[in-house]
Nanobody
């Protein structure tokens, strides 16, 4: 069973940065599209960014100029670098592993990111 563990969340002020990490285990990492989603209070979960094995990325328009997704296939990790954070970025951030072969998604427990002055 795929296991995903997120880390790196916290409380920051507007304009600051956070770097989220997701460590995957029990997985053939290069057979998965990895992604980050977020869910703000009272809102639906939304896509933030995904990255395939070749490094191709898909980043939500709302964060495209501020967020970067990367992956390390040797270490089974995926990162989300979030810069110039805004209060509207406050959410629980979830790591997702999407199996290329089966289309089944696996999710982490989430990490809270809060942007507040």
């Amino acid at each position: 069973q795929v296991q995903l563990v997120e880390s790196g969340g916290g409380l920051v002020q507007p304009g600051e940065s956070l770097r989220l990490s997701c460590a995957a285990s029990e997985i053939t990492f290069n057979l998965y599209i990895m992604g980050w989603y977020r869910q703000a209070p009272g809102k639906q979960r939304e896509l933030v960014a995904t990255i395939n094995n070749a490094g191709g990325t898909n980043i939500a328009a709302s964060v495209k100029d501020r967020f970067t997704i990367s992956r390390d296939n040797a270490k089974n990790t995926v990162h989300l670098q979030m810069n110039s954070l805004k209060s509207e970025d406050t959410a629980v951030y979830y790591c997702d592993a999407d199996s290329v072969s089966s289309g089944v998604d696996s999710w982490g427990q989430g990490t809270q990111g809060t942007v507040s002055s």
